[in-house]
Nanobody, 120 residues
Framework: VQLQASGGGLVQAGGSLRLSCAAS????????MAWYRQAPGKERELVVT???????NYADSVKGRFTISRDNAKNTVHLQMNCLKFEDTAVYYC???????????????WGQGTLVTVSS
C-alpha cells in the first residue's frame, strides 16, 4: 500500500492550502484516515482524524480553520487549511489503517510528507 500526498507549498499567513493524499495498492478496506504534522525541532502531532463513517476529531489548534474530508470510492483524503498561521508550518503526513485482504489485520501506513510553509 502506498500513500501519495500532495498540495504543500509556500503561503502567506491568512492564506489557504489544500492537501490531498491518495492510497493505492492492495486495499480491501480502509479504516481511519488522518493527517499528522511535524514542525522543525518538534515531535510529530496529530492534526485530525476521520473515520470510515465520516466522524472527525480535530486538534484544538486547528479547529475552525482546517477541514478534513475523504472519498471512500477513490481512497483519498483531503485537508482544506484556511486562515493559516506561521505556527502551522510543518511537514504534513497522511496516515491510514488498511486491511489488504479478507481476514487480514489492519496495518498502518504513512505518506511521504508534504511541506507547508507559512510566511508571517
Amino acid at each position: 500500500v502506498q500513500l501519495q500526498a500532495s498540495g504543500g507549498g509556500l503561503v502567506q499567513a491568512g492564506g489557504s492550502l489544500r492537501l490531498s493524499c491518495a492510497a493505492s495498492g492492495s486495499i480491501f478496506v480502509i479504516n481511519a484516515m488522518a493527517w499528522y504534522r511535524q514542525a522543525p525541532g518538534k515531535e510529530r502531532e496529530l492534526v485530525v482524524t476521520i473515520t470510515s463513517g465520516g466522524r472527525t476529531n480535530y486538534a484544538d489548534s486547528v479547529k475552525g480553520r482546517f477541514t478534513i474530508s475523504r472519498d471512500n470510492a477513490k481512497n483519498t483524503v483531503h485537508l482544506q487549511m484556511n486562515c493559516l498561521k506561521f505556527e502551522d508550518t510543518a511537514v504534513y503526513y497522511c496516515y491510514t489503517d488498511v486491511k489488504s485482504y479478507v481476514g487480514s489485520i489492519y496495518r498502518p501506513y504513512w505518506g511521504q510528507g508534504t511541506l507547508v510553509t507559512v510566511s508571517s
